[in-house]
């Protein structure tokens, strides 16, 4: 039973020709057809990535078009083209990126090996989860060839049953086949938590991130198939005139809203919830302490996914729904806030007494702790009804949840991602150009976005591509921040490439992590560990000690007391 | 309470100006909202300069040297009083919020009953205004001091009246009618633009969506009245040689959403010379059947004696009335018709500007008699 890599450091050295999952089989094939959590989670973040600089570019030019408040500030973006824009930002971002960005992305490629298995529960679904995923992909640009679509990423009908067929009704399909993906990826991780789970490891010793990718699996599986009621009942009545949602025939607009909501709220929680957890394992782990009030964390993590399903309708607050259910609504609504109050304070309570090391993961952790609290905050506003009223619908929206899309959901995963990109990749990335982008993407971040709370606040409607000129200060400044975003991430991809060819080799643990995924060598073997590991408490970091030779980290399960209870396999 | 002591107080001043989060405040609930507005803000700040401020504190104080590659660190893992403390104050707090949030909500839902009815239709993309007296307008103009209730209804897809000086927002929904009302106790004036508030669209609705804003004016009761009598009348009062360059720019507001006069191509053919297409403006190509129609057919196959249209005036006034019998060739089935909106005077209003849209400047006022006949003619 010491096959196990957690005897380190016993071998020497990292041999040249080592076998990792990179390694292990070569050729086209072997990557297209993989049944490997590892592969796929790598093609997801390449693809996420892609995905992620398309949508970008997009959203470059809405800001540059809103320099000026007259038309075409770029010759050619004409009225029909920023509506385009905005459209394709928008499903772009949400649907191809910040969904599958961490389940998807990093939680295919970490989740097994935090519980120690050899893989998801169903790796063959896992594959088609990808494929799906590409399908949807390809019926978006199919869309866009057809006769590009401009009725924003939420389809509102009638106006989306109104417009061009063609554009339209292949993006439906796109989204419907990504639902899929969605709800496949759900399934496997809920199925894998329930039945892969290592010797040792209960409920409450697992990871936070894996009770955050819980939750978010919960929420796919349970809120994603009401999306695709919603988007097939939208292309039933495009084609067959039954009135469903257009009352020219007879149906109800706010009723397609509901629907839209019901899924599309809780999908929020989809983006942030995973977010939540890789912060607790990146404050946790680069403070190299025990997270502060484990189970408030995990408590609240099950508590948001649970409340989300019920606030759909603030939304809807000017929408004509009812007064009553206006009420109702709000009071849920702050139940939410809550749970995400409670867990910032906990992150915060962890810093104290740590030992902080300030490494480009941390600073994403520590950024999306800011980002996310303004995100929050401003929440209250919207939850609210008397100020909702005047705010709904204007930039101070589309501020508020840039803050928690992007600035938490998508910063988190940039943290995550350099978190583990020594052990996807066995490559460090230069720290110092890491800190220097992540300093640019944060205040390029605050420069673009804050401005868009005063904005919105004061009266500016979202999705407009002409505005008064009152508004074009604000605007101009917003514009200059996304390009300083824009240089942050720019630098970003540059040195993650560069670290590819010349990065430093990684060492199994870089940052002193406690959970299974750094007692594996990085990159790690095709079937991660040998035999399945024992397991204790993952966030007691007192084992933890570094060595020379290594240059990284070591567990010393030895010194574990809670693995030398009796039956305890593995080890020594 | 503390709102309707403010509204008193500021009664007989002028609306309270824009502060750096919000526009003026120029209706009855504007000033509760703000106050809301502002008392969030204010637990916003305090939460977030305690997050910051600690954050930062933590980070220096706790930090580490680079060369310090201790395995861990000793903290407290949980402290459960401190954990339901930090969860009971934000309850707190947000109860407190929801029920002030709540009662101004109230406030804008409850309509007075005592309230001056006008319908508003939405539609792509243009604000129909109608008063009681059956007066129309495309900006929205009320009566200072009178509650006011807006009836709305949309002809094409969802739309939203917002106001921001006001503080109100509705949806106008196709297939239902949807209320708002407020009440906005300082007047504003109609003689220029910038005066009046603005009014949005704030719900994505196509192309135009971003233009669809008008002002809202509010007059003195008195003015107000002589206003919407006038406006009911207006166009009776202008002398029919006047009609067209009189009546037809206001009338023309309606179109210019999607018809320009010099030539620009909109999402309808410009009312001006298409040059691009060979052909000349409205009239010209028109009068000379040359305008080129859907399905390979020209206005030579539907106008003239026995024809569909014994003139090419029928045409084009029926063309408003029923813009989807015939379209012409390059252009969807978009435009909304106008029967029941334009009566017998103001189509010949329009088709007189048509006549003679030479005399017209790109914006539709009219630049005098430039090319007709010497006085005295």
């Known amino acids: 039973m010491t096959t196990l890599d957690l005897t380190r450091p016993a071998p020497p050295p990292p041999a040249p020709a080592e076998d990792n999952y990179l390694t292990h089989t070569r050729g086209f094939l072997s990557w297209a057809f993989t049944l490997d959590h590892k592969r796929i989670g790598v093609m997801y973040m390449v693809s996420v990535l892609v995905s992620f600089f398309v949508g970008g570019i997009f959203a470059l030019l809405l800001r540059t078009e809103l320099l000026t408040p007259g038309p075409e500030t770029i010759p050619g973006i004409t009225a029909d083209r920023y509506n385009v824009l905005f459209t394709l930002h928008g499903a772009i971002m949400v649907f191809l990126v910040i969904i599958p960005s961490v389940p998807a992305a990093l939680g295919n490629f970490v989740l097994p090996i935090m519980l120690g298995a050899k893989d998801v529960a169903f790796p063959r679904l896992n594959l088609a989860s990808y494929w799906l995923w590409l399908a949807g992909a390809a019926f978006t640009v199919l869309s866009l060839i057809m006769g590009a679509f401009d009725t924003g990423w939420t389809f509102y009908v009638p106006y989306s049953t109104k417009t061009t067929f063609e554009g339209v009704i292949p993006v439906l399909i796109g989204v419907f086949i990504l639902g899929f993906s969605s709800i496949f990826t759900g399934m496997n991780f809920v199925v894998t938590i329930h039945k892969l789970r290592p010797p040792g490891m209960t409920w409450f010793r697992m990871p936070l991130f894996l009770w955050a990718l819980y939750a978010t699996a919960i929420i796919q599986v349970l809120a994603t198939p009401v999306l695709a009621i919603t988007l097939l009942l939208i292309i039933i009545e495009r084609v067959t005139h039954i009135g469903i949602f257009d009352p020219a025939w007879g149906g109800d607009p706010v009723l397609y809203q509901h629907f839209f909501w019901f899924y599309s709220h809780p999908a929020v929680y989809i983006m942030i919830l995973p977010a939540m957890g890789i912060v607790s394992e990146l404050i946790s782990v680069h403070s190299h302490r025990h997270i502060f009030g484990y189970r408030f964390i995990a408590f609240s993590s099950v508590a948001i996914a649970i409340f989300g399903f019920l606030v759909w309708g603030h939304h809807m607050f000017t929408s004509g729904q009812s007064p009553l259910m206006n009420t109702i609504f709000s009071a849920i609504t702050f139940s939410v806030s809550i749970p995400s109050a409670i867990k910032v304070f906990n992150w915060l309570a962890t810093l104290y007494k740590g030992s902080i090391s300030l490494n480009t993961p941390m600073l994403y952790g520590l950024s999306f702790i800011i980002l996310f609290s303004i995100g929050g905050l401003t929440g209250l506003h919207l939850g609210a009804l008397a100020t909702d009223i005047h705010l709904h619908d204007t930039y101070f929206v589309v501020a508020h949840f840039h803050y928690v899309m992007m600035g938490s959901a998508l910063i988190a995963m940039i943290g995550g991602l350099h978190h583990w990109w020594p052990k996807m990749t066995g490559r460090m990335y230069d720290e110092r150009w890491g800190r220097i982008a992540c300093l640019l993407v944060f205040v390029g971040f605050n420069v673009t976005f804050f401005t868009q709370f005063l904005l919105g606040s004061q009266g500016m409607p979202r999705r407009y591509y002409l505005y008064q000129p009152e508004f074009q200060v604000y605007h101009v400044i917003s514009t200059l921040g996304s390009y300083v975003m824009a240089l942050g991430f720019a630098i970003t991809a540059a040195y993650l490439l560069h670290s590819l060819r010349a990065g430093r080799k990684a060492p199994a643990n870089p940052w002193g992590g406690r959970s299974l995924e750094w007692q594996c060598a990085s990159p790690p073997p095709h079937d991660n560990f040998a035999t399945t590991p024992r397991v204790g408490d993952c966030y007691d970091f007192s084992v933890i000690q570094w060595d020379e030779r290594e240059q990284g980290y070591i567990v010393r399960r030895d010194l574990d007391p809670s693995l030398r209870a009796p039956g305890a396999a593995g080890g020594h | ?377």
């Not at chain 2, 189509?347 to 006949?373: H, Q």
């Open chain 2, 1 to 377: 309470m503390f709102p309707a002591i403010l509204t008193s107080l500021l009664a007989s001043a002028g609306p309270r100006p824009a502060t750096v989060w919000m526009p003026p405040q120029a209706s009855t609930v504007a000033a509760e909202v703000d106050f809301l507005f502002n008392f969030i803000n204010w637990i916003c700040y305090v939460f977030f300069v305690l997050i910051a401020v600690l954050l930062v504190y933590f980070v220096w104080k706790y930090r580490r040297s680079p060369e310090n590659h201790a395995g861990s660190a000793q903290g407290p893992t949980h402290n459960t009083a401190l954990e339901l403390t930090w969860t009971g104050i934000p309850l707190a707090l947000v109860i407190a919020i929801f029920y002030l949030g709540f009662r101004g909500y109230v406030d804008l839902a409850v309509i007075p009953r005592n309230a001056y009815e006008v319908e508003v239709t939405a539609k792509q993309w243009s604000w129909s205004f109608k008063y009681p007296n059956g007066a129309t307008s495309n900006d929205l103009y009320v009566p200072k001091g009178t509650p006011v209730k807006l009836v709305m209804r949309s002809d094409d897809v969802i739309h939203s009246l917002f106001i921001p000086d006001f503080r109100v927002k509705k949806d106008v929904v196709p297939g239902r009618y949807t209320y708002l009302w407020f009440e906005a106790p300082y007047a504003t004036g109609d003689a220029r633009p910038e005066h009046g508030h603005h009014l949005f669209c704030t719900e994505y609705c196509g192309t135009e969506h971003s233009n669809m804003n008008r002002r809202v004016y509010v007059l003195e009761q008195a003015q107000f009245d002589e206003w919407v009598d006038k406006q009911a009348r207006w166009i009776d009062e202008i002398d029919p040689d006047e009609l067209y360059f009189k009546a037809g720019p206001r009338l023309f507001v309606l179109c210019s959403q999607c018809h320009s006069i010099d030539g620009r191509d909109g999402n309808g053919p410009s009312w001006g010379p298409r040059a691009a297409a060979g052909l000349g403006n409205i009239w010209e190509r028109t009068r000379d059947l040359k305008t080129p129609l859907v399905g390979g057919r020209t206005l030579a196959d539907i106008i003239g004696p026995g024809k569909e249209y014994g003139t090419p005036e029928d045409y084009l006034r029926d063309s408003i009335v029923n813009p989807a019998r015939h379209l012409v060739a390059g252009y969807g089935n978009a435009m909304p018709t106008f029967r029941g909106q334009l009566n017998d005077k103001k189509l010949d209003a329009l088709v007189g500007m048509m006549k003679r849209i030479d005399e017209f400047n790109p914006d539709g006022s009219w630049k005098g008699a430039a090319r007709a006949a010497p006085a005295g003619e």
